[in-house]
């Protein structure tokens, strides 16, 4: 795109003539990104400036800088343009140089603390039994069907969903569905981006490392609400009290699902079994009976926000049901791993109290027999949560091995220290070495019993001071469970 096209009604300023014709190849913020005839934007962030990057981006290519303020010294052959707000003048020409793609494509945000990555797997699972395409950005991946890219974050950042949406368009996608995190929508990531469909699952402790405090951590959330248009439809659980609190800041179509509360879609006789579970769906068209393989409460709560996104979307709900019942389980969201020793393995993702809470009572309800829960926390974030992960799994397992999550620059043995201060009882003991701590849990474990792993679920990698290792939890129970024998 020329630049006096791509900077038209933007940027207000004289710029050289040499300039005006020229073809911006790449947009970007990042200096480690290839620039070939590029326009490099220097934001200022929390940690770094990127005007120490300019040269970086220079020698990678760029041409244009945009920058606050004029350059300290002129560079020949490269043209910079002034501007007041970096960051907002990124937003214009990030959304032109990508042809706005959010205007071509429906894309659906699903955020709160627990159950992010499972509804967009359902509702994923919705949009193929309608025969349509859809692409999904969440903490597993970036995906459409087949193909599969790393995720770098829970979500990508600004220029990378233009990018990644503006890609899908040129594919036919229908549909995105993303997890919209809190520090995303605090960022300003998910700028640019006009919603279908808000989808809120509940609010507890969690980033108040970043946010400091749960009222932070609410306002950055209810950024995504607040944002949506009149036509969008946002998807609330009004169980939850912050949800009840959303429905009065969104100006759109509502709605509700719960489990104890009336909303528009609820779920009632809740049969649970280590296989699965059955239950009916009440909505305004009569009721609904789902057998699905997923089990727990909170997968419940799942379940009834993706059927309220279908209804919301004017699908009928024997395709809903179609596309929920199909979904067998999400990577490390309680993913049953086969063994010939006759116990339950599980892997899941839960990494707060509340998410170790809701597994734990998930299982619970299931099964009579002894649980065993192998989990850490992670270094360098909230600490207040450590014991009050402890307490759950003192209270809800009968034993509990405790060990390292991902530690990064703190030392696991004294993360470790901090979470057994919340047991009040002695059923636990320690193994810092995680590959140890799995391996004394498939060892402890008798037939019929269960062993929860918990903390890392999808990911197959652990993070330490000073290195990254490869550690698929899949492969290291099948390791531990063959020396078993």
């Known amino acids: 795109m020329l630049l006096k096209e791509l900077i038209n009604g933007i940027y207000t300023k004289t710029i050289p003539a040499s300039f005006s014709n020229f073809d911006i190849l790449t947009v ?5 990104e290839e620039q070939k005839d590029g326009l490099f934007v220097a934001l200022a962030g929390s940690k770094f400036n990127g005007e120490d990057f300019i040269k970086d981006a220079i020698g990678r290519g760029a041409k244009v800088i945009v920058k606050h303020g004029p350059p300290v010294k002129t560079v020949e052959g490269i043209c910079f343009l002034d501007v007041d707000d970096p960051k907002h003048f990124l937003y214009a020409i990030g959304q032109r140089f990508y042809d706005y793609p959010s205007k071509k494509i429906k894309s659906i945000g699903v955020t709160g603390t627990n159950g992010k990555t499972t509804i967009t797997y359902l509702i994923e699972s919705i949009i193929h039994a309608t025969a349509k395409n859809c692409g999904v950005i969440g903490t597993v991946n970036y995906r459409i069907g087949e193909k599969i890219l790393p995720s770098k974050n829970t979500t990508p950042g600004f220029l990378d969903n233009q990018r990644l949406l503006s890609q899908w368009v040129d594919l036919k996608v229908d549909y ?6 809190s520090h995303a929508l605090d960022q300003g990531r998910l700028q640019g981006i006009d919603f279908s469909a808000g989808i809120f699952t509940n609010l507890t ?7 400091k405090d ?13 944002s949506l248009s009149s036509k969008a439809a946002a998807i609330i659980n009004t169980d939850d009290d912050y949800g009840r609190r959303l429905s009065q800041l ?3 179509r509502k709605f509700s699902y719960a489990i104890d509360s009336h909303a528009d879609v609820r779920a009632q006789n809740i049969n649970y079994h280590l296989s699965g579970t059955h239950f009916e769906i009440v909505f305004s068209q009569g009721v609904f009976k789902i057998h699905t393989r997923f089990i727990g409460r909170h997968n419940i709560y799942n379940i009834l926000a993706a059927f309220a996104w279908g209804l919301s979307e004017g699908l009928g709900p024997e395709i809903i049901r179609r596309g929920i ?3 067998t389980h999400v990577p490390g969201r309680l993913e049953p791993v086969a063994n010939e020793k006759g116990i339950f393995i599980f892997i899941d993702y839960a990494h707060t109290d509340d ?3 809701n597994v734990l009572k998930g299982l619970r309800a299931v099964s009579r027999e002894k649980i065993i829960v192998v989990f850490g926390c992670g270094g360098d974030r909230d600490r207040t949560k450590r014991p009050k992960m402890a307490k759950a799994a003192c209270d809800l397992a009968d034993y509990s091995i405790v060990t390292s999550d991902n530690p990064r620059s703190e030392e696991p043995q004294a993360i470790i220290e901090e979470i057994i201060t919340g047991f009040t009882k002695g059923n636990y003991e320690i193994f810092v070495d995680r590959r140890e701590a799995i391996g004394r849990a498939l060892e402890m474990a008798q037939k019929g019993q269960t062993v929860l792993i918990a903390g890392k679920g999808h990911e197959d990698y652990q993070i330490f001071k000073d290195r990254t290792i490869h ?15």
């Open 205 to 211: 402790q969690d980033h108040l490392d970043y946010h």
């Open 325 to 327: 019942e199909k979904l």
């Open 176 to 181: 995105c569905v993303m997890e919209a995190s």
């Open 471 to 485: 550690f698929d939890e899949r492969e290291v129970v099948k390791e531990c469970l063959q020396s078993l024998k």
């Open 355 to 357: 998410g170790l809470i």
């Open 214 to 226: 749960m009222e932070s951590y609410f306002k950055a959330k209810s950024l995504l609400f607040t």
């Open 250 to 252: 969104s100006q759109c």
């Open 28 to 32: 970007s913020c990042d200096s480690r």
